[in-house]
């Protein structure tokens, strides 16, 4: 009788369980979709319709810098919304940072062009721009969060990971959305084409909504809410009592961001503009990627929660740190095979460390500041990664005189990095979570 009652309480959990995986996934694929589309945009049109300069690389420079500015709020956001997360609820913050990224989104594609109404056009580009990484800020923890303080705890790596898979599909999403409008003309898609991804985030938001206010709030905060356990201001004890492990992740973190957004952003434009490949090959490649990096995440995950999340973590810093020379060699051969074979390594690769890294970062902090602090220390990296990446990328590209070893070197040293702050982090994937 007894086993017969385990089993039948066991099938809700899993259940649940996967609902809450599944909404973590979902939200954070169409909120990722949003802040995703405009580095898509940055790399192909931005610079034509809102940094037109004579020099066709100087407009990309100003297009990718703009896409670096939503990277600079980041931290914030992960400051203000974890506070409120850790405060009122990690329910509450998900559905928040949908609405702030879906309602910018949708007004980047009613924005005017520079022909239109000149310097205004590009700062509101910029200024939403701002609200699109705010929103982004507070999203990555508050969804991994959901899934890990729910996961039974041999399986956090798994769950945690869901979060990671809705951003591999949220990039597959944008990127399905501008290779459908392949087939238009150039000039169809300068002067309406472009806006269609972004306006679609009307019909994604409330898709969203619907799916992140069914599911249950996290039971960790449940527990700490009940046992009136809410500090007043969670960042503030997040930074006192964890500073190692906030500067640490975000370290960790500074290798996976700066490759995975040299492969998203930078390839696109290296390769069309200096390479003079279709822009439809670089993306059906990437779409192709996303599928491979999505199963892949699962993959690495999953066996984190076997072996450890170390281990995986530093095989994937110096696999990055590898195949970024060995990935513009690939590319450079100019075939579709190449191509497809370049990129979609290159997501594979990403994944190695973009698994486990979710559930690894969540395991560093305690219920009380875990959303502060998993948010500091993730936007952290991202700021000093992602969004100085392209940059960086376009910079030392033009002052190697227009070669690659310069970019690999840069993600190669990034990567290093990465490895020192992972061997000084703890292993976490078989502790007990407080």
């Known amino acids: 009788m007894t086993q017969v009652n385990t089993t039948a309480a066991a099938a809700p959990r899993t259940s649940n369980m996967f609902r809450v995986a599944l909404a973590s996934c979902i939200g954070t694929a169409i909120e990722y979709y949003d802040y995703l589309a405009f580095g898509i945009a940055a790399a192909l049109i931005f610079n034509q319709l809102f940094f037109p300069a004579q020099d066709p690389l100087t407009g990309t420079l100003l297009a990718f810098a703009a896409f670096g500015t939503g990277f600079i709020v980041r931290p914030l956001g992960g400051i203000i919304i974890g506070h409120f997360g850790d405060r009122i609820g990690r329910k509450r913050m998900l559905v928040l940072t949908l609405v702030l990224m879906g309602g910018a989104t949708f007004l980047i594609g009613c924005l005017p062009t520079y022909e239109q109404i000149g310097i205004w056009a590009p700062i509101a580009l910029v200024l939403l721009r701002l609200i699109q990484g705010f929103s982004a800020g507070g999203e990555w923890a508050g969804a991994v969060l959901m899934a890990v303080e729910h996961a039974p705890p041999n399986r956090r790596g798994f769950y945690g990971s869901w979060a990671m898979l809705g951003i591999g599909l949220g990039s597959l999403l944008a990127l ?63 930074i006192r009592n964890y500073p190692k492990a906030i500067l640490l992740t975000a370290g960790t973190n500074l290798g996976y961001n700066t490759f995975i957004y040299l492969v998203f952003t930078f390839t696109l434009t290296y390769a069309t503009q200096q390479l003079k490949l279709p822009r439809s090959l670089i993306l059906n490649a990437s779409m192709a990627g996303a599928v491979l990096q999505m199963l892949s995440v699962l993959l690495f995950a999953a066996i984190s929660d076997k072996v450890g999340r170390k281990p995986v973590l530093m095989v994937g810093a110096v696999a990055i740190a590898a ?13 579709p095979t190449a191509v497809y074979v370049a990129i979609c390594m290159a997501y594979v690769v990403s994944a190695i460390m973009f698994g486990p890294i979710g559930a690894f970062f969540c395991e560093h902090f305690g219920t009380q ?25 376009v910079a ?22 990465s490895l020192v702050c992972l061997m000084l982090l703890r292993e976490t994937a078989h502790e007990e979570q407080k």
């Open 176 to 238: 399905l959305a501008f290779a459908a409008l392949g087939g238009l003309d150039p000039q169809a898609f300068r002067d309406w084409g472009w806006r269609v991804p972004f306006l679609i985030s009307a019909i994604l938001i409330p898709v969203g909504l619907y799916i992140r206010l069914r599911i249950a709030e996290s039971p960790s905060f449940d527990e700490l809410r009940k046992r009136n356990a809410v500090l007043r201001v969670p960042i503030l004890d997040a």
């Open 323 to 335: 195949y970024a020379f060995i990935f513009f060699r690939i590319l450079d051969i100019g075939t």
């Open 369 to 393: 500041v875990r959303y502060s602090g998993a948010s500091l220390g993730y936007q952290l990296g991202a700021v000093l990664g992602g969004g100085l990446a392209p940059t960086l990328a």
């Open 396 to 417: 030392l590209y033009s002052m190697s005189n227009n070669q690659t070893w310069s970019v690999s070197l840069y993600v190669a040293i990034v990567a290093a990095i």
